[in-house]
């Protein structure tokens, strides 16, 4: 997915079926980076320190 390759912090990974997870959440930075070139929906920022791969 092109959200996990464009992850500058390289918090995000790709799941078995190809879905975005987090991989570290101390790596992520909140740039909402991911959001902007992810499929709608499978990915939110909740707050400037929680990411979460949907």
């Not at 190809?18 to 101390?26: E, N, Q, S, T």
Request: proline fraction near 6%; aromatic fraction near 4%; charged fraction near 20%.
């Amino acid at each position: 997915m092109l959200c996990v390759e464009l992850c500058p912090a390289d918090a995000l990974a790709a799941d078995s079926e190809g879905y975005p997870v987090l991989r570290d959440a101390v790596r992520c930075m909140a740039c909402v980076g991911c959001m902007a070139v992810c499929v709608p929906s499978a990915i939110r920022v909740t707050s400037e320190w929680v990411c979460e791969g949907m």
